[in-house]
Structure formats: C-alpha cells, structure tokens
C-alpha cells in the first residue's frame, strides 16, 4: 500500500461528511479514471472489492420512509462486493470500502455509505458477480451540492452524525501507557462512519498489538457490525501511520475480538 495514498487517506477523514444530495453534473473522466484505478488496484482480500460504476442508468436509492431521506442526483455509485460464504468478508467489505470512499474524498467527491437504503437487486444487475457475491453496500459518488438540504440536515440529526463516543468508551480497559501510535490510531477510528453512527467498535491492548471488538456478539442482518469495524480498522491504520508506525491486520475468530493490529515500524 503506498504510504503518500494513505496519507491523503488519512487527512480526507477528517474532511469527510455524508452527502445525499447531488448536482447531477458528472465528473470530469480523469477523476474518474484515478478512482476507478484505486478500487481496483487496491485489493488486499480475495473475499472483498469495490467496484465504481460510472453510468448507474438505473436509481438504486431508497428513501428512510418513502423519498425522505433518498440520495438524489448521484451520477455514479460506488458498490462493495462480498464473498458470502468467507468468514470475515463483512469486515474487509468495511476497509476496502472506506478506503475507495476516502480516495474520492481526497479527489474532492461527495460520498455516503448506504448499508440498508438501497435496492440490492437492481445494485446486483450494476456489476458483474462471482457464483457466491452479493452487494452489502454503496455510496453514491459526484459533486455535492453547495449547501446541506433539509432533509440531509434532519437526517444528520436523527443520526446524532456529529456526536462520537468518548474515548472512555470505546476503550473500557483505559489508555495508559499506550504509546502515541496507538492514541493517534484510536482518535482516528473515532470518527469513522458507521450504520445510524452506532459506533460498535471498541478496542484494548495486548503486549504491543491493537485488537478491536465489537461491542457485542449480536450481529445485524442487513448492515453488520463487522462491516462497520472493518471502516474503522482501516482508520486505525491511517491513524497509526500518521505518527509513523506500518502495520498489518490479522484476524481473529475470538468472540467479539475480530482483529489485531500488529506494528511493524516506520515506513519506508
């Protein structure tokens, strides 16, 4: 993974918002071409992808109750791809999807993961699938209007989209003695995305590696709480690199526990 693309990674999260409301004008083909070439030049799971869809030519958008709360006027999607039958697709969906999401912010793109407010079969007939793939999510892709309709701004209020968990919370056992990389990693996964901002994950330390759970064994049928930890692994990662620490993820089937981040040292 080139360290210069993940750091504008790392600064597009904090500029990143969900928008649901677009110009309708398309983007320009260069951009295009850059965030085509991302999605699939960045593929480190076989059991997860991101495709971008330049020319929907059908609305695969719902609303929260009828057209409330709909995405309109996006002239492109973004589709995350699983593998259904491999163990821990949900959470690389979530990473290899908040990575595309972030490159297009750093091209100055609006975005919004969309887990449960979409048509799956009309997202399906978007993009070619393997025997076992589905879509789990999308996110519509374009220039965002200037200013935040009503119904984004009920909608972020609703969702609490601004409120974050405190650090207390997401890490009951305390940070003591955590070294910078690790505070920096999870200020990061603090504000990452997730499904009406429930922020299920929560993390620890054990010896020098980062292990991040979900807040309970109880998963969600239409938009997973792993999907959700893997956006905020892929966080962790940024922050950790941002104090100069490389690492890699290694899954884990413990209960809640479902990754650990292990340093490996600076970049080259």
């Known amino acids: ?26 983007v320009d083909s260069e951009t295009l071409d850059t965030l085509a070439s991302a999605c699939e030049g960045f593929h480190p799971y ?40 491999a163990p821990f697709a949900q959470q690389h969906a979530g990473y290899v999807g908040e990575a595309a999401v972030l490159e297009a912010t750093s091209l100055g793109l609006g975005t919004c993961w969309i887990g449960g407010f979409f048509d799956p079969e009309k997202a399906a007939r978007l993009v070619r699938l393997g025997e076992n ?15 935040y309709s009503g119904s ?9 989209a ?12 305390g940070t003591a003695g955590w070294p910078d990389w690790a505070l920096a990693a999870v200020e990061c996964a603090r504000i990452a995305p997730s ?12 010896n020098r590696d980062l292990l991040i759970s979900r807040d309970s ?11 959700d930890c893997g956006i905020a692994m892929l966080h962790i990662q940024l922050g950790a690199l941002s104090k100069g620490v490389m690492g890699r993820w290694e899954d884990l089937a ?15």
């Open 46 to 85: 076989p059991d997860a992808r991101v495709t971008l869809v330049t020319e929907p030519g059908t609305d695969i958008f719902t609303g929260v109750i009828g057209s409330y709360g709909k995405v309109t006027g996006a002239p492109h999607v973004l589709c995350v791809i699983v593998d259904e039958d």
């Open 217 to 227: 064994p109880i998963e969600m049928p239409r938009v997973t709480k792993a999907l």
């Open 195 to 206: 499904a009406v901002n429930r922020q299920p994950w929560r993390f620890r330390m054990r």
């Open 254 to 268: 413990e209960g809640p526990t479902m990754a650990r981040f292990v340093p490996l040292g600076e970049p080259e």
């Open 1 to 26: 993974m080139q360290t210069e693309r993940m750091t504008a990674w790392f600064e597009a999260t904090a500029s990143r918002h969900s928008r649901r409301v677009y110009t309708a004008a398309p």
């Open 133 to 147: 793939e589905r879509v789990v999510a999308v996110s519509p892709v374009g220039i965002a209007v200037d200013d």
């Open 152 to 160: 984004e701004r009920a909608m972020r209020t609703m969702s609490s």
């Open 162 to 173: 601004h409120k974050r968990k405190s650090l207390e919370r997401i890490v009951p056992e």
